[in-house]
């Protein structure tokens, strides 16, 4: 639970990197990498399909969402960053760096929360801070979210820098919020 503070409205990005032996899992599975989802808010998530969606709820109107074409089980073993960004208008998913989907049909320009939901990581958000289910099961490491839509030159620059940074045996956890 990482609590209710970065709920930014207008602009965020949340970055993380998540590990899978075995990806396909997701086909069958219903799990969450990140998620406050619970009328409101934004989350990255496997589709009925098994495709990878980044999503955020439109305040007042509904979740619109950018859905990959790839499916969780195209991905190979091991460490992937995901990104999902919104910038006032567009809901951005990223893969490894690379610009996957986008949607551009938000109607009121801000993201609307549950009041009483939190952040979970590795699992699909309650109402409150309970998890409700859907928990991820792999390794999650190097969270970030931040009250800014980093575009797609800097979210590539990011999985350059980072990529060095991540392997197998990596097991810490890291939480942090830009400043």
Request: hydrophobic share 35%.
């Amino acid at each position: 639970n990482l609590g209710r503070t970065y709920m930014y409205t207008d602009r965020i990005t949340v970055n993380l990197w998540a590990y899978m032996a075995n990806w396909s899992e997701y086909n069958s599975v219903g799990m969450r990498m990140i998620s406050c989802t619970q009328t409101g808010g934004w989350g990255i998530e496997p589709t009925a399909d098994g495709n990878i969606r980044f999503q955020c709820y439109d305040s007042g109107v509904d979740y619109k969402s950018a859905i990959a074409s790839e499916l969780w089980s195209s991905l190979a073993a091991g460490w992937h960053m995901f990104t999902l960004t919104f910038d006032g208008t567009n809901v951005r998913g990223y893969i490894d760096g690379v610009l996957k989907c986008a949607g551009k049909d938000f109607e009121s320009g801000a993201i609307g929360y549950h009041a009483a939901n939190s952040i979970l990581l590795g699992a699909e958000a309650g109402t409150g801070d309970t998890p409700a289910g859907s928990y991820f099961k792999g390794k999650i490491k190097d969270v970030t979210i931040a009250k800014s839509a980093l575009g797609t030159k800097e979210v590539a620059d990011l999985y350059s820098v980072t990529k060095t940074l991540c392997n197998d045996n990596a097991t810490t956890v890291r939480y942090y919020v830009p400043t």
